[in-house]
C-alpha cells in the first residue's frame, strides 16, 4: 500500500515538471525591424516613376525592388549600417546614401535626374 502511494506521488511530481516546459514561452523580444521606404520621381515630385529600379546596397546586402504605380519601393528586415539606395529609370539615375538605426523607418525621396557627364567616373 505504501508502495502505491509512493509511486502515484512520484508520478506526480514528474509528471507536473514534464508539464511545466510546455506552458512557459520564451521570453525572447523580436529583433527591430528597419524599413527603408520611399517614393522614386522623375523630374518634379508630382511626377512619380512607375517601374523603375531602386537598389539598396551595404557592405554585405544588395537587394533590388522595382517601384509600384505611384513610384513606391519598401525595403525591410535591414541590418543597421551605412547603405547606398540607388535608382535607375530610362536612363535617368539617382543616389543617396542613407544610415540605419535598429528598429527605425527611413523614408527616402528619389528624384531621378540625366547623368552628369562630365563627373568622372565611379571607381
Do not use: H, W
Not at 15 to 22: A, D, E, V, W
Not at 61 to 83: C, H, M, Q, V, W
Amino acid at each position: 500500500m505504501i508502495g502505491s502511494i509512493l509511486r502515484a506521488t512520484v508520478l506526480s511530481v514528474v509528471g507536473t515538471f514534464l508539464l511545466i516546459p510546455f506552458g512557459t514561452q520564451a521570453q525572447c523580444s523580436p529583433e527591430p525591424t528597419t524599413v527603408v521606404q520611399g517614393t522614386a520621381f522623375l523630374e518634379t515630385p508630382d511626377e512619380p516613376a512607375p517601374g523603375a529600379k531602386v537598389t539598396v546596397q551595404g557592405d554585405f546586402l544588395i537587394e533590388s525592388a522595382i517601384t509600384d504605380r505611384a513610384g513606391k519601393f519598401r525595403f525591410s528586415n535591414l541590418e543597421p549600417g551605412t547603405y547606398t539606395v540607388e535608382a535607375t529609370y530610362l536612363g535617368l539615375y539617382v543616389e543617396q546614401k542613407i544610415t540605419l538605426e535598429a528598429g527605425a523607418l527611413v523614408q527616402v525621396t528619389l528624384q531621378l535626374k540625366p547623368p552628369d557627364l562630365t563627373a568622372p567616373p565611379k571607381s
